[in-house]
Nanobody
């Protein structure tokens, strides 16, 4: 089993920055990749980005390319999502999720964090 704890969300103004954290514990050696998703009220959960546990490869949704960057700290078993140039439409609950193999859809991920609220004021 793997446990994930999300943190770092808060209220920020348009154009501001935040760094979200996803701390993993348990059988972290089984993690292949970590994905970031978000869900706004009344909307479906959507993919934001993902990074391999080794940190070697990452990819992002078009709407965050150039603004959001995922990174890993293997010493801390933590994955980060640096979010810059935030917009009101980025307001959502952000979740990290870990997969033991290749993953694209939310259903492909095996473990989920509890989510952290990001609110961007206009």
């Amino acid at each position: 089993q793997v446990q994930l704890v999300n943190s770092g969300g808060r209220l920020v103004q348009t154009g501001g920055s935040l760094r979200l954290s996803c701390a993993a514990s348990g059988r972290t050696f089984s993690i292949y990749s970590v994905g970031w998703f978000r869900q706004a009220p009344g909307k479906e959960r959507e993919f934001v980005g993902a990074i391999t546990w080794s940190g070697g490869r990452s990819h992002y949704a078009d709407f965050v390319k150039g603004r959001f960057t995922a990174s890993t700290d293997s010493a801390k078993d933590t994955v980060y999502l640096q979010m810059n140039s935030l917009k009101p439409e980025d307001t959502a609950v952000y979740y990290c999720a870990a997969a033991r193999g290749a993953a694209e859809r939310p259903a492909d991920y095996d473990y989920w964090g509890q989510g952290t609220q990001v609110t961007v004021s206009s």
